[in-house]
């Protein structure tokens, strides 16, 4: 590691990486910020991005500096913090003390082979429960997770950091609902809805063949004209409890139909 520490919160570096933690920042920048030795380990095992700079602080723990040591022999750009300095880029109350900045590649081309199980994720607002959903799509095989706009921006810091490293391994296409009908239609057969209200159980083996499910909004759910169009399932729960946490309720699904298998 041949770079000085940064040691000024007042730095232009800095200020660039904090940015980060906005939308807007992001969005002006073409950039995100990636919390924690998870993302950062990912990160370098990926190929889905391209990464500009390793950030570590100077407090950081052993595993965090193992990471930059592992980053700076592949070649990877190093940028060192003190602790204040890392403190504001943080999103975290405790910091693990690295991170990754990288560009942004907004992937919005939907894909023609559907034999890999794929997750909708339709219009959701909160980042732990869609990221939580990306990390659940990736450990059980799934092709690719496909965000329908408007929803929460899944280089949302939280986001990432919920999916824990599963972001930089699964590919993530975010699109509007135009766009989508088509191809909605298209693969009409294999499209399971998610909802409370479901006409079949969510392990029944007549949908042990469907590859796509369709997660709601975590408020409103999804639109009756789409129930109406497509197939339904239900999780079967205690008639006294009024619902499931989105992302508990997608991760059970996807279990009962790709887990197992």
């Not at 889905?48 to 592992?70: N, P, Q, R, W």
């Not at 880029?89 to 081309?109: C, D, Q, W, Y």
């Not at 939280?158 to 298209?186: N, V, Y």
């Not at 639109?223 to 992302?247: G, R």
Request: hydrophobic letters at 40%.
């Amino acid at each position: 590691m041949k770079e000085s520490i940064i040691t000024s919160r007042s730095n232009s570096y800095v200020k660039k990486v904090f940015s980060l933690l906005n939308k807007k920042g992001r969005e002006e920048k073409g950039l995100f910020w990636a919390e924690g030795t998870k993302a950062v380990e990912s990160a370098l095992n990926s190929n889905k991005f391209e990464i500009c700079d390793i950030i570590v602080s100077d407090e950081a723990g052993d595993e965090a500096v193992k990471l930059s040591k592992t980053a700076d022999r592949k070649g990877f750009n190093i940028k060192i913090f003190n602790g204040d300095c890392f403190r504001k880029i943080s999103a975290l109350r405790h910091p693990e003390g690295i991170g990754v900045v990288a560009k942004i590649n907004i992937k919005t081309e939907l894909p023609d082979n559907t034999e890999k199980p794929l997750v909708i994720l339709w219009q959701l607002n909160n980042p732990g429960n869609q990221g939580t959903i990306i990390r659940s799509a990736a450990a059980f095989g799934c092709g690719a997770v496909i965000i329908v706009e408007p929803c929460v921006d899944e280089y949302h810091p939280m986001c990432i950091r919920a999916t824990s490293g599963a972001f930089f391994t699964i590919d993530i296409l975010k699109i509007t609902e135009e766009e989508l009908e088509p191809w909605l239609e298209k693969n009409k057969d294999k499209i399971i809805i998610l909802t409370p209200d479901g006409k079949e159980e969510i392990k029944s083996k007549n949908l042990t063949l469907n590859k796509i499910i369709i997660i709601g909004n975590e408020s409103h759910g999804i639109t009756e004209e789409l129930k109406k169009t497509f197939k339904t399932a239900a999780i079967s729960m205690n008639p006294e409890v009024e619902s499931l946490n989105t992302s508990c309720a997608a991760s059970i699904a996807m279990y009962e139909l790709w887990g197992k298998k």
